[in-house]
């Protein structure tokens, strides 16, 4: 099952993402902790991969997905912002919120970029309910948006501003710039 989905949220399972079995031999670095929960880069010469370490299942993990457009090879690296348990379904058992960040490796006339993410995790079911992109920035050829994902006891919120980077440095076309950054507000909901 998935959740309902208003642009955002990407289903999860795709064949090219990687299992706790492409985790196992690889470097690991903790980033943070919350609760008996770890979030973990798990990380190669060539890749990092997100994980969240189980509590109390012998080191089993939990792989986060990363955005269908950025195969697991191109991030470079993986970055916590904030860790937390909280109840957002007002069920009075805490979800696992993960706000992080997935950094790809520079590309030739573009830069880098990163993408900011929020992962919602069901504690009960160790099962990924809500994966949201909440900022993405790069070079000056893309749109680069940032934004707060606010949570009812139903749904979430994402309000989010987005402007073309090339509004910023220049080379922006004639009339591209005058409004300003773009509002955009998206209604989620996730798996219960």
């Known amino acids: 099952m998935r959740a309902a989905v208003v642009g955002l949220v990407w289903a999860l399972g795709v064949a090219s993402e990687p299992d706790a079995s492409d985790v196992a031999g690889l470097r690991s670095e903790v980033l943070g902790e919350v609760g008996d929960w770890r979030f973990e880069a ?4 060539q890749t990092c991969i997100p994980v969240l370490v189980v509590p109390g299942a012998g080191g089993s993990v939990l792989v986060l997905p990363t955005v269908p457009d950025d195969p697991p090879w191109e991030v470079d690296g993986v970055a916590l912002h904030k860790l937390t348990l909280v109840d957002l379904d007002s069920d ?5 919120k993960v706000e992080w960040r997935a950094i790809s490796k520079p590309r030739a006339a573009v830069g880098s970029w990163h993408r900011d993410l929020t992962t919602i995790v069901d504690t009960r079911a160790v099962a990924v309910r809500m994966h949201v992109e909440t900022g993405s920035f790069g ?11 606010t949570f009812q006891s139903d749904a979430a919120t994402l309000n989010q501003g987005c402007q073309l980077r090339a509004c910023m440095v ?7 710039c005058e409004t300003g950054p773009k509002q955009q507000t998206h209604r989620v909901t996730w798996m219960r």
């Open 42 to 45: 798990r990380c190669s010469a």
């Open 92 to 96: 009075a058992k805490p979800e696992l």
């Open 139 to 149: 070079g000056a050829s893309e749109m680069h948006c940032a934004g707060t994902l």
């Open 170 to 176: 220049g080379g922006a076309l004639p009339g591209e």
